[in-house]
């Protein structure tokens, strides 16, 4: 009897350390700490003064739930590398990367993302003819038959799927033309602009399904803030963070108010961390209307999650780690405060 429990017992803590070892690799495989919950500003034109260089354009690291996700890459590859690697931010290990639409200030830094990161997945909106690739059946072209091959594409025998290039052909992308679960708990949503000056463009935005209520991180909101929050109001009603571009950089007092007023009273967004292209007047206007759930967002800035989320101090990478070892409460004061 002793020597069938004992054998039991070291079957069930060998299965324990397989499994820890599991979990482990896993987490390990993007740099993952299953415990963080946090979005961390790479690439904005403001901020404080820092290592990182400030530049007109949008890339946001989200770490939630054990995955690191590169939300767009910014516009110019050699200021992604200096602000990644002046965090201390590993882009080589990434469970994926979402590129929230087609303009050049969001998508530029790919260049540096892929030589450190080849193959990583990367979500990207689908659109006809696009820059991430397109595909269509050969069905979709009329053909007639009367013609000589020579008239005819691919000697009137064309493939059952026409694959169209990207600017990136070696790139991983997976793409999406509707919103999307792409994890537990993780959807993209995408929705089309109606604007006149980006009329169709697609764009996606990242919505995150917390027990605190929905964490929505935006590139530029082409399609309207307002619409896309009520997009991820249909996943989760509770609305509790909404970070990124709002597009309302030249917008005028009266379209401010309109969509400051809709997300606050109509939406019940919970807490904002606007930045990129939301605009300095829409920055006041916010600030006005959400006082101590409005926060900072600027360059190199992060933005802790949870019940209660605020920014933390803009430490250099080893100034954090530094006061992570030291563990004092005078060096915590000193990493988080709330602006």
């Known amino acids: ?94 469970d994926f990367v979402v590129l929230s639409h087609r303009h050049g200030d969001h998508m530029g830094g790919m260049e540096y993302l892929l030589s450190v990161n080849p193959r990583v997945r990367i979500y990207a909106p689908k659109e006809n003819f696009g820059v991430y690739g397109f595909s269509l059946p050969s069905s979709f072209y009329r053909k007639d038959e009367s013609l000589p091959p020579e008239q005819r594409y691919y000697d009137g025998a064309p493939p059952f799927v026409m694959k169209f290039g990207s600017a990136w052909p070696r790139a991983n992308f997976e793409l999406i033309e509707k919103t999307t679960e792409i994890v537990p708990g993780l959807h993209l949503i995408a929705l089309v602009s109606d604007k006149p000056t980006t009329l169709e463009l697609r764009e996606l935005s990242l919505a995150i399904d917390t027990p605190d209520g929905i964490v929505l991180v935006v590139g530029c909101s082409h399609p309207g803030i307002d619409k896309i929050v009520e997009a991820a109001a249909s996943i989760n009603p509770r609305i509790h963070l909404v970070a990124g571009g709002f597009h309302l950089v030249v917008a005028k007092d009266e379209e401010i108010e309109k969509i400051v007023s809709s997300l606050h009273d109509k939406w019940g967004v919970e807490y904002v961390a606007p930045g990129h292209c939301t605009g300095e007047p829409t920055f006041a206007a916010l600030k006005r209307a959400f006082g101590g759930r409005y926060l900072y967002a600027g360059l190199g800035t992060t933005i802790s999650l949870g019940a ?32």
Do not use: H
């Open 1 to 94: 009897m002793k020597r069938k429990t004992r054998l039991a017992l070291c079957i069930t803590a060998l299965g324990l350390l397989l499994a820890g070892y599991g979990a482990s690799s896993l987490s390990q495989a993007a740099g993952a700490e299953p415990s963080k919950a946090q979005i961390t500003i790479l690439y904005d034109a403001f901020g404080k003064p820092s290592a990182l260089e400030k530049d007109w354009g949008f890339a946001a690291l989200i770490e939630y739930g054990g995955k690191r996700i590169l939300f767009d890459t910014g516009d110019n590859p050699d200021i992604l590398a200096k602000n990644a690697k002046a965090k201390g931010v590993d882009l080589s290990k990434l």
């Open 308 to 339: 209660t989320p605020s920014p933390l101090a803009g430490l250099d990478q080893s100034a954090a780690n530094q006061t992570r070892r030291s563990g004092s409460v005078a060096g915590a004061v000193t990493e988080r405060f709330v602006f």
